[in-house]
């Protein structure tokens, strides 16, 4: 038998979402300031608010969309399990550039911090797309109720993904904040709308 | 079709407010303090152990009350999801003022910290209403059986929470120790009381 | 109405205790020590070991034990649940004594690090007891079709609990290690015969 | 009564499974180096890399494996809860294990890291395999519809665990960086089809 249900693939998911999520927090540090210093300090950590906000956006909404893809599967496979563990692992390695943007944004070493940051968001673009195609193809793991309409509304909501991603890539090497401003607005904006509910 | 079920909502939810609550502990550090004089260190720490309580209290009874508000709800659209995420960013940026109170309070910089940990706690009630309100409001997202009385005590409930974290916050500036025993006070005792059973 | 179902009480203590068992590893640390000596640094941290080993078996111990007693449970109160959230406050506080141990042990920090931790043992003791006493009593909160019988086996394997922390406690003003192998000697013969399943 | 469902044994493992792995992250950490060499910090940190997705591919492929072998259980008894809290703690301790590597390839420590690593892999090895055996031997604790024939495919997956980690264990004294690259290999390509699905 190569297909099993999809329960262990939403109990393996929840929890690193959740947690990776979680973790962000981590980012926040003063060191050692001087209490008489916090005050100015607090508000020098605009970059790592910033940073915190997008990253937990971004993955709050990346898990809400899985949720609603995998409640589209009737089945997982061993390879849609393995990509989906690929999946987490970038999903639980986000705490670590969100650090560095928290860390470096106005720097100079902003423009290394960014790239880290948005190539992982990259790299995370493309593998939930080659995730969510391996499933929908020819309806591979679709369940059969599922209308055809739903499977492709997800997959158009899937198509922009890669490209948005590439662009903020490309352009932390002509300005580092302005990336992540971007990459804000699109967790603010542009995702909710597109992946919270995937209308036909 | 606008809206769907819960249960999205309640995974998304109670993993991060259980991570959130545990990683308080991150608030306790000795940092590298000789060993002779480790025990009045830890007597030294207690803004931390009443900073943690503060928060693991409020967090957790914040979390229960949260529960039952979403099993009231029949289902979710995506504006609730929306402010639910921002909530639990909310929530999950907890562990970074407590450390700040822990760290801070009794020194130079604890006017500082308090106003960082009681103005995100009042961002948090307003958020928080702003979320049940949104669901109540002509029971928009209310499920059928529940009955209006049972509505109308949970939104008055909720009336006092703005007001009552905004007084901490106020209260910071006069005395921020103050501040922190007040929060904690109700957490301890008020938040149980209004917050736990929402009874008509 | 005053009472409610027990599933907030598990989903609750569920993710606090398996987040403070995981959180334990954080005690380990081998600091900046350089890379010639980092297999005899591994050896001196033995007292880490031990005190993540009875940290973790106690922690996993009690969660099993806690599952159980819910099990038997027909509903919770407001009252039962404001001592639970207490329970888990200290459950969760564990990775902090923990780490005290693991840095101070044959230090000359070591008793009060050892008083702390058991004394953290000793009071969650007495909390736990008094959790499950309030929901026992009298039936208060068990539900109809568990046989009393089994209700007092729960009760004696409670008994001890008080009396066996708080030696361990004692035993650390005359030796520290030796109270910290004694609470590991407890974990792991001692509470699994007592707790993990209590036989009428 | 000596034997229980399996539903404690599922609840205690998924949070420790998922979160030891989202912890991992924690291995990151570019210290204080200055942000105009951020960028060669974070190409000399490839050892993280490499122990990143090596420990968390593996505690991945561990945990869905471990579902698949619980869902053929009919019950758990004391003994496996036992056996089961022991093999979490060593899951739990991963996170240390990785950030030696992390640290210490190649450098002085590097074999210590090793060793350590790998070390840790075959106790785990062989406490997973008591633990399966344990509840397989005389279909001790197996669910009555399960064939014989599912049951010798699971054995026999796991029948080279011990071995393979030992192997890796023993390259480590001659090449360190070797015996995290072939441990590495193992989780990408060995594990998946080994352990993924066990089919007769």
């Not at 589209?72 to 999903?91: E, K, P």
């Not at 990259?122 to 193809?137: E, K, P």
């Not at 109720?145 to 590439?166: L, Q, S």
Request: net charge neutral; aromatic share 14%; hydrophobic share 55%.
């Amino acid at each position: 038998m190569e297909t099993a249900g999809t329960g262990r693939l939403e109990a393996f998911s929840d929890g690193v979402f959740a947690i990776a999520a979680t973790l962000l927090v981590l980012s926040f540090s003063v060191g050692t300031v001087a209490g008489s210093q916090l005050d100015t300090a607090l508000f020098h950590l605009w970059p790592a608010y910033l940073a915190y906000a997008t990253s937990f956006l971004t993955i709050g909404i990346i898990w809400m969309n899985h949720h609603h893809c995998v409640s589209l599967m009737g089945s997982a496979d061993r390879t849609l399990l393995f990509v989906n563990l690929i999946l987490l692992m970038i999903v639980a390695f986000f705490p670590f550039p969100t650090k560095l943007v928290a860390d470096y944004l106005r720097t100079d070493g902003e423009q290394a911090a960014v790239l880290a940051y948005t190539g992982t968001l990259t790299v995370m673009a493309v593998v939930y797309n080659a995730w969510w195609r391996y499933a929908a193809t020819g309806r591979r793991l679709i369940a059969e109720g599922v209308p055809d309409a739903e499977i492709r509304a997800v997959t158009r909501a899937f198509n922009p993904g890669i490209v948005i991603y590439g662009v903020t890539f490309l352009v932390a090497f002509a300005s580092p904040v302005a990336s992540v401003i971007l990459t804000f607005l699109i967790a603010a904006f542009y995702l909710p709308s597109a992946a919270l509910f995937n209308r036909a």
